[in-house]
């Protein structure tokens, strides 16, 4: 079974570009969360999704978006870049069902993404 | 809130020797609390995790956790170190969705595992 295929693996853009990320979970896999991963505050979460809504959000700001299309399939978006955004931004897809469901998470290698 | 300690942002040990990595937690509601790997370039590997069944978790690689309610503990232990355990390995809680099935976890900040021939 495949896993979890992020692309693109490396980004670079200019301050103030938006992006587009996107990722696709291992088969059957219905839930899909993204972190973003910087060396001054480690893993933060951002959103999930779910048969394609959104029902977890993180603390960060609007400029932070994302989608699931009904393949599971996600994207996420983030426009007027700063140079803060400079991370590596990992998907992680999970069965996603039940309730208090604590499915482990699987990690794809990420896209980094480097803002000049 | 929840949230997960790591003591050590790095630790070195020799080839052979036993792996200690601390993992603190705090909650207020019965944990579910996991152990991941990232090597260079990577995502996370799941290690293990605990979710209530037993308090001793084996997982993959020859790693092992003991859930330790009086202390709040999770840590992570492994007999005998290979150059191949060199990662960076994080602790995290899961909190209590409060939607049906939505996940979230909370890592700690990390530990660096070196592994000295």
């Known amino acids: ?116 | 809130a929840q949230s997960v300690t790591q003591l050590g942002s790095h630790v070195s040990v020799s080839e052979g020797a036993l792996v200690l990595l601390r993992c603190n937690y705090s909650s207020s509601v019965p944990p579910y609390l996991f152990w991941y790997v990232q090597y260079p370039n990577q995502g996370l590997q799941l290690l293990l995790k605990y979710t209530s069944a037993a308090t001793l978790v084996k997982g993959i690689n020859g790693f092992e956790a003991e859930f330790k309610k009086s202390e709040t503990s999770f840590h992570l232990t492994k007999p005998s170190a290979h150059m191949s355990d060199a990662a960076e390995y994080f602790c995290a809680v899961s909190l209590s969705p409060e939607i049906q099935g939505a996940q979230k976890l909370v890592f700690g900040q990390g530990t660096r595992l070196t592994i000295n021939p």
């Open chain 1, 1 to 116: 079974k495949a896993g979890v295929t992020q692309t693109p693996r490396y980004l670079i853009k200019t301050r103030g570009q938006q992006v587009t990320l996107s990722c696709s979970p291992i088969s059957g896999h219905r839930s899909v969360s993204w972190y973003q991963q910087t060396p001054g505050q480690g893993l933060q979460f951002l959103f999930e999704y779910f048969s394609e809504t959104q029902r977890n959000k993180g603390n960060f700001p609007g400029r932070f978006s994302g989608r699931q299309f009904s393949n599971s399939r996600s994207e996420m978006n983030v426009s007027t870049l700063e140079l803060g955004d400079s991370a590596l931004y990992l998907c992680a897809s999970s069965l996603g069902l039940g309730q208090g469901n604590h499915s482990p998470l699987h990690f794809g290698n990420g896209t980094r993404l480097t803002v000049t």
